[in-house]
């Protein structure tokens, strides 16, 4: 009699148990969106000189994106810098691989030095720079978002393609890329008066003077 009671008792604790462990143990459902952690392509598609080159092989994930013109990312939202005032597109492009946002535009006027939209790495004297840029756009809500930035040059060379024409980049995604130099966020390793730039019409990168370059600059978020 002694030795059923303690069986009920077992299979009753049993009973209670195996639900409550089970639910602890199930796998967590997420609603978060996963990117690719994978390199991605270059864009070379092309082999040459019959070798196993880049252009043989076309490693790497191909680049995907979502544009975004509609609710907040509609209409244009006024960047001000030394009294000057660009109207920049609230459109802007999520890289499906990478999950980075992009301003779908880059200023191309009205503001900056020369009033042609390029800027400055650093500019203490007149505020002409592109980390002002950001502030601007972060002030005004830029797509309705409040935490753009300066991509570093990692990011930033994730949109070149390494095949093609001047600008080396999706230009339907990207349309009126200038086919010039873009600043990055990123200062140089040997040499920090400079900062990395990328040459979207030569498909390189190079160094430019923080105080004196005047360059292009798009601008990121997430990461």
């Not at 143990?25 to 996963?34: C, E, F, L």
């Not at 900062?195 to 978020?221: D, M, N, P, Q, S």
Request: glycine share 10%; hydrophobic share 30%; charged share 20%.
């Amino acid at each position: 009699m002694k030795k059923e009671r303690i069986f009920w008792i077992v299979l009753l604790v049993l009973t209670l148990a195996i639900p409550a462990l089970a639910d602890f143990y199930r796998p967590y459902v997420s609603t978060r969106t996963y990117y690719y952690t994978s390199l991605l392509k270059t864009g070379q598609t092309t082999q040459y000189n019959s070798k196993e080159d880049d252009g043989y092989w076309e490693k790497g994930y191909a680049k995907s994106y979502t544009v975004h013109t509609t609710g907040n990312y509609a209409g244009t939202t006024n960047i001000t810098l030394n009294g000057k005032t660009h109207a920049l597109s609230n459109n802007c492009v999520t890289d499906n691989r990478t999950g980075l946002m992009w301003a779908r535009y880059v200023p191309d006027g009205d503001i900056g030095p020369d009033g042609d939209g390029k800027l400055y790495w650093i500019d203490d004297t007149n505020d002409e720079d592109i980390f002002d840029l950001s502030d601007q756009a972060n002030a005004g809500s830029l797509g309705g978002h409040t935490d753009w930035r300066v991509p570093n040059i990692i990011e930033l060379e994730s949109l070149m393609k390494h095949e093609g024409s001047s600008p080396l980049i999706d230009t339907t995604t990207f349309p009126s890329t200038p086919g010039a130099h873009h600043w990055s966020s990123t200062t140089k390793a040997t040499g920090t008066t400079n900062a990395i730039v990328l040459l979207f019409h030569l498909g390189e990168t190079a160094v430019a003077t923080k105080t004196t370059g005047k360059y292009c600059c798009r601008l990121v978020r997430g990461g």
